[in-house]
Nanobody, 125 residues
Framework: QLQASGGGLVQAGGSLRLTCAGV??????????IAWFRQAPGKEREFVSS????????DYSDSVKGRFAISRDNDKKMVDLQMNSLKPEDTAIYYC??????????????????WGQGTQVTVSS
C-alpha cells in the first residue's frame, strides 16, 4: 500500500511538503520508481514529477519545474515532494504511484502499477 500525506490549505506563494510512504506488493519500496500525479476538479489527472529507484534521476512537468523538488530516502522508504511558490492552479488531489520499472522516471499513468489514495492540496489566492 502507498500512503500519501502532507496536503492542506495554503496561501499562494506558500509551501507544502507531500510524503509518499509504504510497501508495494511485498517488494521493497526502494525498488520502485515513484511519481506524483494530480487531478484538479473537472480536469484529467496529470503528471507532476517522478524519481527513479536510486534518486539519481528526476523529471518534472513544465508547470512545476523550478518550484517543486522530488527526493527520496530509501532508508525511511519515503518519497517527498517539496512544493514551493504555490499557485491557485496547483490546487488538486495529489496521488503518488509506484512503477516496477524503477530504473527511470516515467510520465505515463499506465506505466504505474500501484497508487496511493491521494491527498488534497488547496492553494488560496
Amino acid at each position: 500500500q502507498l500512503q500519501a500525506s502532507g496536503g492542506g490549505l495554503v496561501q499562494a506563494g506558500g509551501s507544502l511538503r507531500l510524503t509518499c510512504a509504504g510497501v508495494v506488493s511485498g517488494r521493497t519500496f526502494n525498488n520502485y520508481a515513484i511519481a506524483w500525479f494530480r487531478q484538479a476538479p473537472g480536469k484529467e489527472r496529470e503528471f507532476v514529477s517522478s524519481i527513479d529507484w536510486s534518486g539519481g534521476n528526476t523529471d518534472y512537468s513544465d508547470s512545476v519545474k523550478g518550484r517543486f523538488a522530488i527526493s527520496r530516502d530509501n532508508d525511511k522508504k519515503m518519497v517527498d515532494l517539496q512544493m514551493n511558490s504555490l499557485k491557485p492552479e496547483d490546487t488538486a488531489i495529489y496521488y503518488c504511484a509506484a512503477d516496477a520499472y524503477g530504473v527511470a522516471p516515467r510520465r505515463a499513468e499506465y506505466e504505474y502499477d500501484y497508487w496511493g489514495q491521494g491527498t488534497q492540496v488547496t492553494v488560496s489566492s
